[in-house]
């Protein structure tokens, strides 16, 4: 869905799709994996001076979510920040220092 809205294409519109990637070798697929990691992400991280709390919408990184074999390189490069408190529950982000840029705002 989030692809979908990120080309432009409505709800109803099918996600292109390559099945046959884990027919790819190991080593090709470990190389696209890291690849992937490469692409700098915005992190916004809002600060809250009056209940002292620190909050992100920033979501997870989408490598972390495909499969195991993704989410063990992504593991990798992004290092997890927690935690943090966001409406009375701890979560927490993931950042990789040497690509993504932090944005702080004071809210």
């Not at 869905?1 to 990637?21: E, H, K, N, V, Y």
């Not at 027919?23 to 890291?34: D, H, M, V, Y």
Request: with cysteine; aromatic share 10%; proline share 6%.
């Amino acid at each position: 869905m989030m692809a979908a809205a990120a080309t432009g294409l409505g709800a109803t519109s099918s996600i292109p799709r390559f099945p046959q990637f884990r027919r790819l070798p190991l080593e090709l697929r470990l190389i696209i994996w890291e690849d992937s990691a490469r692409v700098p992400r915005v992190v916004e991280l809002n600060s809250c001076q009056k209940r002292s709390k620190l909050s992100s919408r920033t979501s997870v990184p989408a490598m972390l979510h495909v499969n195991k074999e993704a989410r063990q390189v992504g593991s990798k490069y992004y290092e997890k920040i927690s935690p943090y408190t966001l409406d009375r529950n701890i979560c927490f982000t993931f950042i990789r220092w040497e690509v993504d840029i932090v944005l702080f705002h004071e809210v």
